[in-house]
């Protein structure tokens, strides 16, 4: 069952750049297009000639960034499979000090909208993966206990 | 709210003016990409301008579906050219058309000229211009590296394009590196940038478009947008570009007998399976990537390692190096370099300086022979050989081509002007200065088509028509000119609609006219498929009526075909003079008939 796994980056050294994963996770999660509402990223480090990485929720099974938050109801662990779970009409950027985005240690893998006053962050949903040309990205169950 | 952005930023260096305002009826009009930008070059850009002077422009659009759709990646580019005189169409891919769409713009235009060497950021809404400075005159791939340290933004959202010190000392033919590995190549784009003092503009966006404002059934989007998916990665429709990428072209082009080798001289090259895309693959390729939105990923990068002492196997540093089937073939075959490696250096070559690589391949091979028959020698060339086969002489000439002196009119500045200057004062070498209108044609040397299609186009690109694989269609068939050139002129109509909206070139084939109604329906754009073969012969239109007031003469080019077309072996065998004669005036009457110009 898909919601007991968790988004993995499996294969990076597969990926070309293509931006499939970053788009389909805006117009299917966010019914946008946009790169910015994405949960998921890709960037170049030292761009093209460089890697790339994918910036994306680890999806853990204890996460940090969720006691931290002073807001009631605003960000939970899902029940199975490892990552979190925001509500949106309950999370709100303007009256906290967006602890969770500096409780995660993983820079961007969950970052505030400035227009939705919410954090953004995976769902772990496997939208994604199903673009990925390439099979970087797959859904498991979480073996380790991070 | 539109699909297509309608902003339009005009940047006048001269003034240091920046304006920012809205031409719906425009976009909606022409669609977005090439039927804007070839509208706007009209609206802006006299017909006697001076190519590298104030009055010139460069303008950058993008289209309706970028973004929207996988493979639908690339900016065009329009301007005055300065190698041919007339019209400058150029495409390229990576991430500009993205940062393009992220900052609401469907239009950029860069008029007059900057005091100074300067280069523009765009990030949202903030336009600045600011001085270059130590950054003038910089290697390309140096200054991709200092632009994404001085312009930090989100990930994934910037776009750099830059331009080399060709361009900057005003090679007809300097390029503009856009991200890493794309360019806009040919025509002088990067040349019209470097008259205007701008070494760099770097783009980054971060809008995001609500689909359901946008579109009347957001579910119907996501199923149309799945099938074309499914078609670009589960069926074989694009499977040649990811594999072995355009550089699978190699062998059986040699096959055909329709390898451009030795400057036009012959069509098949002894060592052909050493330069093919599958030695690369095999050899050298490092690693594959995409432009964005494109899940085929056609762009090739090979690792070459270069050893730059003799002590120690310890001095050696490695470079990446994006490679394809025309780098390969004008800068491999057409120079008689036989080896991966060479050809490798030589893209390198070109790339750091910002030089069409298709161009100065043509110009090196024009001036090997030029060298070997004796009509340039060691006074011409400062005492610096110029021999097929022999790479470091040509990693010299590109560089001494790069950076001539403007003040000293000798050959390497004459090689910088293109092949016509070059014939002017060495008469003797017009014979095989192989380009149609200044331009050289791209490694097919397919057949009749293949020349005809580069005279006829627009850009005289091999791009427009599609010459060379109607070449491959028609080996062994008797076909009338008139319907030869129908044939060519409606595929260069349909590809302005490609081009307007703006589909990678690679996946026409997808890109059928019902599926791009099928895709604009789903965007709120009611065109159909009609409406669409019509805009794209009203563009046609206006890219000869923009040609034509620029100066462009058909007879003019006719009258200097070089002979060497009718001497090189091509896929169809020699061609007739007498054919290709019929062939251009099937194409007269077309211009008068169904182009309604007076010539
Ligand atoms: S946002 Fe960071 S801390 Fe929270 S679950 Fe994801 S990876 Fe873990
Ligand atoms: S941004 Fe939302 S989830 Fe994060 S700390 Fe604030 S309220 Fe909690
Ligand atoms: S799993 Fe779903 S929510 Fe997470 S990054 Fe992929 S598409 Fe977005
Ligand atoms: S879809 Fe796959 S290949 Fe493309 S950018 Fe994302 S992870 Fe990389």
């Known amino acids: 069952m898909i919601m007991a796994n968790r988004l993995r980056v499996a294969y990076l050294e597969r990926c070309i750049g293509c931006y499939q994963c970053v788009l389909a996770c805006a117009r299917v999660n966010e019914k946008s297009l946009s790169v910015d509402r994405s949960s998921i990223k890709v960037k170049t480090i030292g761009g093209y000639e460089g890697s790339f990485a994918i910036i994306v929720c680890r999806g853990c099974l204890e996460p940090p960034c969720v006691p931290v938050c002073p807001i009631e109801g605003a960000i939970r662990a899902r029940s199975q499979g490892g990552g979190i779970l925001v509500n949106r009409k309950i999370c709100d950027s303007t009256k906290c000090h967006q602890e969770c985005v500096t409780a995660c240690p993983i820079p961007g893998a969950i970052h505030i909208d400035q227009e939705l006053k919410n954090a953004i962050v995976c769902r772990q949903c496997s939208t994604c993966t199903k673009f990925c040309p390439t099979g970087v990205l797959i859904m498991e169950e979480p073996k380790l206990g991070f | ?599």
């Not at chain 2, 589909?503 to 789903?522: D, I």
């Not at chain 2, 805009?535 to 890219?543: A, P, S, T, V």
């Open chain 2, 1 to 599: 709210m539109s699909s297509i952005p309608q902003d339009i930023l005009e940047i006048n260096l001269t003034t240091q003016e920046v304006q920012r305002y809205s031409r719906p009826e425009l976009f909606e009009k022409w669609i977005g990409g090439l039927g804007v930008a070839i509208n706007l070059l009209n609206e802006h850009v006299p017909p006697n301008a001076d190519s590298l002077g104030p009055e010139n422009a460069v303008i950058f659009a993008i289209g309706s579906l970028n973004t929207f759709f996988p493979i639908i990646s690339k900016t065009v580019v329009t301007f005055k050219s300065p190698l041919t005189g007339d019209l400058g169409e150029s495409y390229a891919g990576g991430r500009l058309s993205l940062a393009m769409r992220f900052s609401g713009l469907g239009a950029i235009i860069i008029k007059g000229t900057a005091e100074k060497s300067s280069y523009i950021t765009i990030v949202d809404d903030q336009v600045e211009i600011k001085r270059a400075g130590p950054l003038a005159y910089m290697y390309t791939t140096t200054l991709g590296r200092v632009l994404r340290e001085l312009i930090p933004v989100g990930p994934g959202r910037r776009s750099s394009i830059r331009i080399g010190p060709a361009s900057e000392n005003l090679v007809k033919y300097g390029n503009v590196v856009v991200d890493s590995f794309r360019h806009f190549g040919r025509l002088g784009c990067g040349t019209v940038l470097g008259a205007k003092k701008i070494k760099a503009i770097v783009i980054s966006g971060e809008k995001d478009l609500s689909l359901e404002e946008l579109m009347p059934d957001r579910r119907v989007y996501l199923k149309t947008y799945q099938t074309i998916w499914d078609s670009c990665v589960k069926t074989d429709v694009m499977k040649k570009y990811h594999v072995l990428g355009t550089a699978q072209n190699i062998l059986p082009l040699n096959e055909l007998n329709a390898l451009p080798t030795r400057n036009f001289m012959k069509g098949r090259f002894e060592h052909a399976i050493d330069i093919s895309g599958e030695k690369f693959a095999e050899a050298y390729l490092g690693r594959r990537v995409a432009c964005n939105t494109c899940p085929v990923g056609c762009i090739h990068v090979a690792i070459l390692r270069e050893r730059y002492g003799v002590d120690s196997p310890a001095d050696i540093h490695s470079i990446a190096v994006p490679y394809d089937h025309e780098p390969i073939g004008m800068l491999g075959s057409t120079l008689e370099l036989g080896n991966g490696i060479q050809v490798l250096k030589l893209i390198e070559q070109s790339e750091k300086f910002g030089i069409d690589a298709i161009t100065v391949g043509v110009i090196l091979g024009w001036l090997a022979e030029a060298y070997e028959k004796g009509i340039i020698n060691d006074s011409d060339t400062n005492a610096q050989p110029i021999r097929f086969g022999h790479l470091d002489d040509f990693i010299s000439v590109i560089k001494n081509i790069a950076n001539r002196d403007p003040n000293i009119k000798d050959l390497y500045w004459l090689a910088g002007e293109g092949l016509n200057a070059l014939v002017e004062r060495y008469s003797d070498g017009k014979h095989f200065a192989v380009c149609f209108n200044n331009n050289p044609p791209a490694a097919y040397s397919t057949g009749p088509y293949n020349v005809i299609g580069h005279i006829i186009g627009g850009r005289h690109s091999h791009l427009d028509n599609a010459g060379y694989s109607y070449d491959q269609k028609t080996i062994g068939k008797t076909v009338e000119p008139d319907e030869a050139i129908s044939k060519l002129c409606k595929e260069e109509e349909w590809r302005n609609i490609l081009n307007s909206l703006i589909v990678c070139l690679f996946a026409r084939n997808l890109y059928t006219p019902s599926l791009v109604s099928e895709c604009l329906g789903n965007l709120g754009i009611l065109k159909t498929e009609r409406e669409l073969l019509n805009l794209g012969l009203e563009i046609q239109k206006i890219r000869l009526k923009t040609k034509f007031q620029f100066g462009y003469q058909l007879q003019r080019i006719r009258d200097r075909l070089p002979r060497r077309i009718y001497e090189m072996p091509t896929g169809h065998g020699i061609l007739s003079e007498n054919s290709i004669k019929k062939l251009l005036d099937a194409y007269e009457d077309m211009l008068r008939t169904r182009y309604e110009l007076k010539i």
